[in-house]
């Protein structure tokens, strides 16, 4: 039996419908048109597929309004829709690594002076007052930014090593993320890889055989997101700095995570701080703005002016500056770093909340969830920095369990306003250290709509 076209309605009858009509007014006319085009075009292929029985067909026109309606309202959800990380991983690079402070600085809401000079009535510089702000903070005597410590590493490498060779030690040719692979990097900025050493361990004399005429620089690489341990060497900054400068050549160092402090504050292991490498002899350090330094995403060049000044006038650097709204977080993060104010900054806000304080939100959490049926319970958990930073190191943090496991957990994460948590012993945890105090009430209505939802629907299917 041939399917039966003629019950479907035309789409003018659809968008006749006082509810399609409405939403005409809010989404505009084209787009409730496609989405009645589609949801048509849907029920007939269910027809030809012979998915929809002769009965059933009534019940699937009925339908059509109420689907285009929901595609409707998944179509004028935010592309990136804002979650509750419960991962306790502050860094989280699939949620937006570091997030950016509360405050959102008034130059963002109107004109800004971003390349004019007020006092004098023209136009003005506009990497030189961020970059002078980059350095203050650095200890350094020269700063660029750019899109991200890959753009760094591109524009510095370019600038200063296409066509001739960069050595770097075995152990150090990272991956990071999948989309960041060292080597790749630097084949893209037209400079020649020279891997010196082995995987585990890469001596001075090393590095000393590897330079010749056609070595522009020695390149050093924090690893980041893995650890080589056991039976390991790598000589320290002091002594590349000594060879290179011995050998006229420069040494570059990505340190990747761009600690500014001391992390031993937080019980975190130690790691060189940037000004650190410098004053061990590093001529620049590039690192990402968005990991420890909790800012936007941005790559931050700093060190020797004879290095670092020649890439804000680089042709490369048109391409790879940053939008005004980088520039202005960045100013703004900055300025809580050189005060000393750091719990204006969400991630040393995090990193500084003691574990009696989780547990007092815990508390006051689970008699509000159990109360509403929600059998939670209050549990110590392990936290990490993330975001290829302080790998395998985690530290005392405090949220909720639940039993429920994957199934509870999927729930949390498609809900009303999705919930990010982790499974431990097929218990759903719930980290609280990431998840801000203004967050709780999201976070307890999330877990209340998915395990409600998740037993109205066991109970139905048993
Ligand atoms: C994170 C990291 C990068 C990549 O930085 P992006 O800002 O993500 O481009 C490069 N090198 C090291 C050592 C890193 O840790």
């Excluded at 023209?122 to 970059?131: E, K, M, S, T």
Aim: proline share 5%; glycine share 10%.
């Amino acid at each position: 039996m041939a399917p039966d076209y003629q019950r479907i309605p035309a789409i003018h009858r659809l968008l006749d419908l006082p509810s399609l009509q409405a939403a005409a007014a809010d989404h505009g006319h084209a787009l409730v048109m496609e989405a009645c085009r589609a949801a048509v075009e849907r029920l007939r292929s269910r027809l030809d597929a012979g998915e929809v029985s002769a009965a059933a067909v009534e019940a699937a026109v009925e339908a059509l309004e109420e689907e285009i309606l929901d595609a409707l309202r998944i179509d004028s959800n935010a592309a990136y829709t804002s979650v509750i990380n419960a991962t306790g991983v502050l860094l989280h690079t699939n949620l937006g690594r570091a997030p950016l402070p509360q405050h959102f600085p008034p130059s963002l809401k109107s004109y800004l002076a971003l390349e004019y000079n007020v006092t004098e009535g023209r136009r003005g510089q506009r990497l030189a007052p961020i970059a002078d702000r980059i350095a203050r903070v650095c200890s350094a005597a020269s700063a660029v930014m750019v899109n991200n410590n890959a753009a760094a590493l591109l524009l510095l490498l370019n600038a200063h090593a296409s066509g001739r060779e960069v050595v770097v030690s075995r152990g150090q040719l990272i991956e990071i993320g999948g989309s960041f692979r060292l080597p790749d990097v630097m084949a893209a900025s037209g400079s020649i890889l020279v891997e010196v050493g082995c995987t585990n361990r890469t001596h001075l004399k090393d590095y000393s055989a590897a330079i010749g005429d056609k070595t522009a620089a020695i390149l050093v690489v924090h690893q980041s997101n893995f650890r080589i341990v056991g039976f390991t060497t790598e000589p320290s900054v002091t002594e590349l700095a000594g060879l290179a400068h011995a050998r006229g050549i420069p040494l570059f160092v990505d340190q990747g995570s761009g600690a500014l402090h001391d992390l031993r504050r937080w019980g975190l292991p130690h790691e060189d701080t940037v000004s650190q490498l410098l004053e061990a002899g590093a001529d620049v350090v590039c690192f990402s703005g968005d990991k420890l330094l909790g800012g936007p995403q941005a790559g931050l060049i700093v060190g020797r002016p004879e290095w670092v000044d020649p890439l804000g006038r680089h042709p490369l650097y048109r391409a790879l500056r940053p939008d005004k709204t980088a520039l202005v977080m960045m100013d703004e993060v900055l300025r809580a770093h050189h005060s000393g104010h750091l719990g204006e900054i969400p991630l040393y806000a995090m990193l500084e909340i003691t574990v009696e304080s989780l547990k007092g939100r815990a508390q006051r959490l689970g008699r509000r969830l159990r109360a509403a049926g929600v059998p939670v319970r209050g549990r110590p958990t392990r936290a990490t920095l993330g975001g290829g930073t302080t790998p395998e190191e985690t530290f005392p943090s405090y949220g909720l369990g639940i039993a429920g496991g994957q199934q509870l957990a999927d729930r949390l994460r498609t809900g009303t306003l999705p919930l990010i948590s982790r499974i431990e012993d097929d218990e759903v945890v719930l980290d609280l250290r990431t998840v801000p105090v203004d967050q709780d009430r999201d976070l307890a209505a999330a877990l209340v709509e998915a395990y409600s939802g998740l037993h109205a629907s066991q109970d139905a299917g048993a």
